[in-house]
């Protein structure tokens, strides 16, 4: 089975965020993530990890202004000075509270630039996050999210990825594999993650469509889960869903493969 972690993003959004962590503690949750913790001070989250004894495990880097259209900005040729700024804040969230992982939106291609420069920013802003991630040990992932969602975002497949990883050359840098967003682009997961298991660090899912919890959709999680342990994977399984129901409504399939 899988080592689970909890999205407190999109799961018990019920109540506030510094709230979600016993919710999630009471389910059985020991392992968490948040997509942009910075609305909390990190000693506030902190204490709230410790209290109720779970571990973080991943966070995403400051991704522009959300509400007003970024999905993150790392491929953003006039914003890298900003980009990186966000990349420090994340590492002193990742060290204070001993998160082994960050990850980084590519965000959407900028329409006023050329491809080429686009994709050169992202791979420059990537080298650079891989170095001073790995100066103070934390893994730098990369996630690709599907141009249904997020119309023009820039980095949506796997193949795309690994051949960015090619040109960054650097060993600290992994995609973080979201079997939602890869399904829609792309199918073909069990083979993908077999494939490429080396190169990824980090799992997260739901069913499509609607990116509600397994079983929702079309996606056979048991068979994914017997498929990940056979092939030896050993990071986090991450639930990143919008319960179909309530959160705790939505936990009824973890209940029966367990
Ligand atoms: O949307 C996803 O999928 C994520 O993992 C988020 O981190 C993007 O904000
Ligand atoms: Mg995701």
Known sequence: MPDFAVNLSMLFTEVPLAERFSAAAEQGFSKVEIQFPYELPAAQILDLLQHNKQQLVLLNAPAGDWFSGDRGIACHPDRVA????????????????????????????????????????????????????ANENIQLLVEAINTQDIPGFFLNNSRQAFELFQAIDHTNIKLQYDIYHMQIMEGNVIQTLR??????????????????????????????????DDMGYSGITSLEYNPSASTAESLGWLKQIA
Do not use: M, W
Request: aromatic share 10%; net charge negative; with cysteine.
């Open 82 to 133: 900003e980009f990186r700024q966000g990349v420090s804040l994340a590492i002193d969230y990742a060290k204070k509270l001993n998160c082994p992982n960050i990850n980084i939106l590519s965000g959407i291609s900028p329409a006023n630039y050329n491809s080429k420069l686009v994709r050169e920013t992202f791979i420059d802003n990537l080298k650079f996050c891989a170095e001073v991630c």
């Open 195 to 228: 494939d490429n298991l080396d190169k990824i660090g980090h799992i997260q899912f739901a069913d499509v469509p609607g990116r509600h919890e397994p079983q929702t959709g079309e996606l056979n999680f048991s068979n994914i889960f017997k498929a990940l």
